[in-house]
């Protein structure tokens, strides 16, 4: 018994110094406490200004989703902003018949992100997502889902890439 306690009396100092973290969704946004997300510009020659401002919308919210970071218009603690670079429709899944079955829908994204509390975060990059649709559907008739669904994939890639650490 009497060593059981001096082993407590011990351990309990080093012990006490010891932190853990922990996230749910595995961001570390650090001393952070404010984010800006700046408009995406549309640079591809075929990107429409409804795709970047999904694109947008999505990392937004994905941001507010799995962070307790607020959102400020501009100068946040942590900054993204980007342009579309690429947006291309290409045929997949050719039939016997030489007509594609499907088509793809490839979005690519260039990022700046920015940690005004630690510049050895600091970094640029790009990213690239697609989406396959009918080829007898009109890509203006589904370019409003597909952005959707891009976004949220490229979303996550910049938020794995940012403050997921990967």
Do not use: H
Not at 33 to 56: F, G, K, Y
Not at 100 to 124: G, H
Request: aromatic fraction near 6%; proline fraction near 3%.
């Amino acid at each position: 018994m009497l060593k059981c306690l001096r082993l407590l009396l011990f351990l309990t100092p080093l012990l006490g110094g010891c932190r853990v973290n922990y996230s749910f969704t595995g961001g570390d946004v650090g001393e952070a406490r404010t984010m800006s997300v700046d408009l995406i510009e549309a640079r591809a020659p075929l990107a429409t200004p409804l795709s970047a401002q999904v694109l947008t919308e999505s990392v937004r919210d994905l941001l507010l989703a799995q962070t307790p970071l607020k959102l400020k218009q501009s100068e946040g603690d942590v900054q993204y902003s980007g342009a579309l670079v690429g947006y291309d429709v290409q045929p997949v899944n050719i039939q016997a018949n030489e007509t594609a079955a499907l088509n793809r829908l490839t979005m690519t994204v260039q990022i700046t992100y920015i940690n005004t509390l630690d510049t050895k975060k600091n970094k640029e990059f790009t990213v690239s997502r697609f989406s396959d649709y009918e080829s007898t559907q009109d890509i203006t008739s589904v370019e409003e889902r597909l952005a959707r669904d891009i976004g949220k994939q490229l979303a996550q890639d910049i938020f794995d890439r940012t403050l997921g650490d990967w």
